[in-house]
């Protein structure tokens, strides 16, 4: 008894009879909903199968107890492709959707661009040329003339003193004569009482400068000797004579 036992656990746990049992479970629901008789039409016309939308839920549980292993049948067993791949009633033929018209291409309309005014550029400042001043030379002042008539003093003839005019007037080449407007009895009026040459074109002060004195010599002749003019300034003209010192004004 206890053989038995073990021999019905042996089979129990053989993966070949628990597969066997599962195929033939699945033979006959599929030969139940297809109405076939027996597994023999089954076999005989597997083609024949109609598809049918069909979900079948297969619980497998493991069996406690199997029977007697002399009591099972040989069953012929289908290819695994008969079984999962059957020959299926092709579709219908589908008519096709009608031949969409594409859109007529309509053209965007163009958008003018928007006019952007232009930047203004600030005008580059550019510097005024600088001009050099003209050189202006400076305006010559003119020689302040000694020309006119002057008063002299210091004059001595026969002991007395006299206060003369002259008259002092160039003759050419800055040469000037003092000629008397006033005589006494030792020159008369009209006669030289002093010459020589003046130049001072800046107007310069004090100044001296070269001139010949009339005299009377001893024997009553007319000569002259050299002396020399001192300007302190433009209206002032001394000659130092041996004895006494002509002083003319203006």
């Known amino acids: 008894m206890q ?6 656990n042996k089979l129990s746990e053989n993966p070949t009879i628990i597969i066997l049992g599962l195929i033939a479970s699945l033979i006959a629901i599929i030969a139940f909903f297809s109405g076939r008789q027996s597994i023999g039409e089954f076999l005989s016309n597997p ?17 406690t107890s199997l029977p007697d292993p002399t009591s099972i049948q040989q069953a012929y067993v289908p290819p695994t492709s008969e079984l999962l791949y059957p020959t299926y009633t092709p579709y219908p033929t ?7 018209i594409p859109p007529t ?3 965007p309309t163009a958008i003018p661009p928007t006019a952007v005014p232009p930047t203004a550029i600030p005008p580059t400042a550019v510097p005024p040329t600088a001009i050099p001043p ?4 400076p305006t010559a002042i003119p020689q302040i003339p ?4 002057w008063a002299g003093t210091g004059y001595k003839c026969g002991g007395v003193d006299y206060i003369e005019r002259v008259q002092v007037q160039d003759n050419g080449n800055s040469y000037y004569v003092a000629s008397k407007l006033d005589g006494d009895i030792c020159v008369g009026s009209g006669s030289p009482t002093w010459e020589g040459t003046y130049s001072n074109p800046n107007n ?8 010949k004195v009339w005299i009377k010599d001893n024997n009553g002749q007319l000569v002259t000797v050299d002396r020399t003019a001192y300007m302190p300034n433009a209206n002032r003209i001394e000659i130092q004579m041996s004895s006494y010192l002509l002083i003319f004004t203006r």
Request: aromatic share 6%.
């Open 3 to 8: 053989n038995m036992d073990s021999s019905h």
């Open 47 to 63: 083609t024949a199968i109609p598809v049918n939308p069909l979900v079948i839920t297969v619980v497998v549980s493991q069996p």
């Open 94 to 100: 589908l008519t096709p959707y009608p031949t969409a």
């Open 105 to 107: 291409s309509v053209p």
């Open 134 to 137: 003209t050189a202006v030379p």
């Open 146 to 149: 000694i020309t006119g008539i």
């Open 204 to 211: 310069s002060f004090p100044l001296s400068f070269s001139v």
